[in-house]
């Protein structure tokens, strides 16, 4: 049973342009959300979290917005460069329900930015 | 560069075969991680240790077992090896700002089973 979803194996977007990776989940529990990017041959990175007190979260070209109701996220990433090109993960945890912290992660979406 | 650090980078070794895969978190981070990436899978939760103690268990099966020792850092041991096994084993690390849960990832050790 996948409880964080990514349903986009890939995105390809032109550099400038927006690009929008969606997650849903199905676990209620969950109320921390993260977004991390991962190149070939290197550890996932984080990009941007929020917390399910907050529909949106904002950094820099990143934003992440939450429907909580709809049990569904996306970021957004404006403008969309060369660079960002990477897979990108969706990861969910439940922080509230105790000290395990543990992450639940999505399969991932690649992201190609074109020149 | 997450400040995570994993050893060896690659490793290869035959079925039946034992490894041990090294974790070192950030400076700080009282809890580790350990996660396997296999091929079109997303990464999936083996273990957690939070200073010296297991926490949780995840999809950890019973020839992985894993430690933290007095220092934080981790080990991954993986016994009586299958072909099944070869993948991507990250490990990460927390402090939990009390508003803040990331987990920052080493760059991984990735395994091959022949």
């Known amino acids: 049973d996948q409880q964080v979803k990514q349903n986009s194996p890939s995105l390809s977007v032109q550099e400038g342009r927006i690009s929008i990776l969606n997650c849903d989940y199905t676990?209620?529990?969950?109320?921390?959300f993260l977004w991390y990017k991962k190149y070939p041959a290197e550890g996932p990175t984080f990009l941007i979290s929020i917390s399910s007190i907050k529909d949106k979260n904002e950094d820099g070209r990143f934003t992440v917005f939450l429907n909580k109701s709809a049990k569904h996220l996306s970021l957004h990433i404006v403008p969309s460069q060369p660079g960002d090109s990477a897979v990108y993960f969706c990861?969910?945890?439940?922080?509230?329900?105790?000290?395990?912290?543990?992450?639940?992660f999505g399969k991932g979406t690649l992201l190609t930015v074109n020149p | 560069d997450s400040g995570v650090t994993q050893t060896p980078k690659h490793l290869i070794t035959a079925t039946g075969q034992r490894v041990t895969l090294r974790c070192s978190p950030r400076s700080g981070d009282l809890s580790v991680y350990w996660y396997q990436q296999s091929l079109d899978q997303g990464l999936q939760f083996l273990i957690q240790y939070y200073n010296g103690e297991e926490r949780a268990k995840g999809n950890i099966l019973e020839r992985f077992s894993a430690q933290q020792f007095p220092d934080l850092h981790s080990e991954l041991n993986l016994s009586s090896l299958e072909l099944g096994d070869s993948a991507l084993y990250f490990c990460?690390?927390?402090?939990?700002?009390?508003?803040?849960?990331?987990?920052?990832f080493g760059p991984g050790t990735r395994l091959t089973v022949t």
């Open positions: 676990n209620s529990m969950f109320d921390y």
């Open positions: 990460a690390s927390s402090r939990f700002s009390g508003t803040a849960y990331e987990q920052y």
């Open positions: 990861a969910a945890s439940d922080v509230s329900g105790g000290s395990n912290y543990k992450l639940t």
